[in-house]
């Protein structure tokens, strides 16, 4: 519309918005691969392996790990992030794909032990940032897929009714962590043996009473 009072027109004068660029396909498949590599070398050698050796792993330069992760506490971030995003779909896909609530709930307790969950848990220190907005959100997602899995093979009969979520993922975090003075690699063939006698105790009828009360995954946080 002309003006006539000599006003310039309504956001006449105003920069345009500036086009925040795309990342290109290349710059995030280095990122996934420096994450993917950092995730797995935090399980065999702990978080305080060398940035180098992450980068060479992933096959890019150090250049490229600093550009992406320029402080360790980012890569530690966004490898928990990984984690828990790959144990919500695992648990999903358990959910959907066994007819049977206590089958669909094992499939799930050894994919995570094939996460190696409880190698991870020295990440999470005291300095690590828990209730980061993000963590949050992909947590959420997680304990409810999880809790998914537990209340339908609870209300299938399949679940004996005095265990609770907290109690599956203490059982699966401490039979993942390698015995003080071994490996990962040492350790790994022991797990998926003792993760099934545990699992065994878990399904219903039970065999024994149990002390104490049922573990939630609240119960869990407060005493972390």
Do not use: W
């Not at 003006?3 to 920069?15: F, L, V, Y």
């Not at 537990?150 to 390698?178: F, W």
């Amino acid at each position: 519309m002309i003006r006539t009072d000599g006003e310039a027109p309504e956001g006449a004068g105003e920069a345009p918005a500036r086009r925040v660029p795309r990342p290109r396909a290349d710059a995030l498949r280095n990122r996934e691969r420096l994450v993917t590599a950092a995730r797995e070398m935090f399980v065999e050698f702990g978080c305080s392996v060398p940035y180098d050796e992450i980068a060479r792993r992933a096959g890019v330069g150090n250049a490229t790990l600093y550009r992406n992760f320029p402080e360790r506490p980012e890569l530690v971030h966004e490898v928990v992030l990984s984690i828990l995003a790959r144990l919500t779909g695992r648990a999903e896909r358990a959910a959907a794909e066994e007819a049977d609530t206590f089958a669909a709930l094992s499939r799930f307790a050894h994919d995570a032990a094939d996460e190696r969950v409880g190698a991870l848990c020295p990440m999470l220190d005291g300095t690590f940032d828990k209730d980061h907005p993000d963590l949050v959100v992909e947590r959420e997602r997680l304990e409810e897929a999880v809790e998914g899995l537990v209340r339908r093979a609870r209300e299938a009969g399949r679940l004996r009714p005095d265990i609770g979520v907290g109690d599956l993922m203490v059982g699966v975090s401490q039979l993942t962590r390698p015995l003080p003075g071994t490996g990962c690699d040492d350790f790994a063939p022991f797990v998926h043996r003792h993760l099934q006698l545990f699992l065994d105790g878990l399904e219903a009828p039970a065999r024994s009473v149990l002390p104490g009360a049922a573990v939630t995954l609240g119960a869990l946080r407060r005493d972390a």
